[in-house]
């Protein structure tokens, strides 16, 4: 491989790790085509991109990327796929699907939102994350929470005003 189409890998990569924001450094090595096929099925369905590099050029994209990270340095040893994400927890749970038929593939190290989660023993935090999306609805949720009170006791009286002095009164 020339120079110049390392360089070109490098500066892709960097761009995905940069407008994803999420990513999952993996171990898929000695799986069956079969299985890989498999994975890459699945990654399809679940909006995930996976995309397999060598350690060398997926070191220089960090860089490019601005990710300073000696965790993730680390981990890229032997064979390394990565899988790119708008959620944050969707690989771990795909992942968690796959491990469910096979040992693989293992997790080396993820991350999520500027924070690096190194280890396969990450694998079940990950999984818990919330996305930017689930803790959204949360907070919508606790804010409606108190109106719909106001509301089902406004209802409950008959939307009079003894009504609901009558609500309140029970309330308190």
Same mark, same amino acid.
């Given at each position: 491989?020339?120079?110049?189409?390392? =360089? #070109?890998?490098?500066?892709?990569?960097?761009? =995905?790790?940069?407008?994803?924001?999420? /990513?999952?450094?993996?171990?898929?090595? #000695?799986?069956? *085509?079969?299985? *890989?096929?498999?994975? @890459? @099925? &699945?990654? /399809?369905?679940?909006?995930?991109?996976?995309? *397999?590099?060598?350690?060398?050029?997926?070191?220089?994209?960090?860089?490019?990327?601005?990710?300073?990270? #000696? #965790?993730? @340095?680390?981990?890229? &040893? %032997?064979?390394?796929?990565?899988?790119?994400?708008?959620?944050? !927890?969707?690989?771990?749970?795909?992942? &968690?699907?796959?491990?469910?038929?096979?040992?693989?593939? *293992?997790?080396?190290?993820?991350?999520? =939102?500027?924070?690096? /989660?190194?280890?396969?023993?990450?694998? !079940?935090?990950?999984?818990?994350?919330?996305?930017?999306?689930?803790?959204?609805?949360?907070?919508?949720?606790?804010?409606?929470?108190?109106?719909?009170?106001?509301?089902?006791?406004? =209802?409950?009286?008959?939307?009079?005003?003894?009504?609901?002095?009558?609500?309140?009164?029970? @309330? %308190?």
């Amino acid at each position: 491989m020339r120079k110049e189409e390392k =360089q #070109e890998i490098v500066q892709a990569l960097a761009e =995905q790790i940069k407008s994803y924001g999420n /990513f999952y450094i993996t171990d898929t090595a #000695e799986l069956s *085509v079969e299985k *890989v096929n498999n994975i @890459r @099925r &699945k990654c /399809f369905e679940n909006d995930i991109e996976i995309l *397999v590099a060598k350690n060398t050029l997926i070191e220089k994209a960090l860089t490019e990327a601005g990710i300073d990270s #000696e #965790e993730l @340095r680390s981990v890229l &040893k %032997g064979a390394t796929t990565l899988m790119f994400s708008e959620t944050g !927890n969707a690989p771990a749970k795909l992942i &968690k699907e796959l491990r469910k038929s096979g040992d693989k593939p *293992v997790l080396k190290a993820a991350y999520i =939102q500027e924070t690096a /989660f190194v280890g396969d023993d990450q694998l !079940n935090a990950l999984v818990s994350l919330k996305s930017k999306e689930e803790l959204v609805a949360d907070v919508i949720a606790l804010l409606q929470s108190p109106a719909k009170n106001v509301i089902s006791a406004l =209802q409950s009286g008959g939307n009079t005003i003894s009504g609901l002095v009558k609500a309140l009164e029970e @309330r %308190g």
